[in-house]
């Protein structure tokens, strides 16, 4: 019994290779994003509402020239456009949901949004581990 199975001939393999011309399946894996996306680990972010009042704390799973996916500290409704805070870069940035699964999302940067300003104190105040922004 100290013998592999392939070596008493129980057991052969072969390798396959899929042809060329093969179209790629429909559905799931099937690449749709207008741009390539970039993987990123442990980048953080928080989300912030039109009044730039804290919303959640999310990670950054990966970004695209277009939007980034992003997993949400907690499950909750967010409104239809919000405000993405960069924690690395300290960008502040426009964006809406175009897909979700549960605390899974995908967002979309507004093009057409005005630029967003925020007070120096507020965005330094969102740089720290522990903040508040003063109403």
């Known amino acids: 019994m100290s013998k592999s199975l392939a070596r008493q001939s129980l057991v052969s393999y072969e390798v396959v290779e899929a042809p060329a011309e093969a179209a790629p399946a429909a559905g799931r894996g099937v690449e749709r994003r207008a741009g390539a996306r970039h993987r990123l680990r442990l980048r953080s972010g928080k989300l912030l509402d039109s009044q730039n009042k804290f919303i959640c704390e999310c990670l950054v799973r990966d ?21 993405f805070y960069n924690d690395e870069t300290g960008t502040l940035s426009v964006v809406a949901t175009i897909w979700r699964r549960s605390e899974l999302l995908g967002v979309r940067y507004c093009p057409t949004a005005k630029p967003v300003s925020i007070r120096e104190s507020d965005r330094s105040a969102l740089r720290g581990r522990y903040y508040a922004i003063p109403d």
């Open 63 to 83: 970004e695209s020239p277009q939007g980034l996916c992003l997993k949400l500290a907690k499950n909750l409704g967010l409104p239809v456009r919000y405000r």
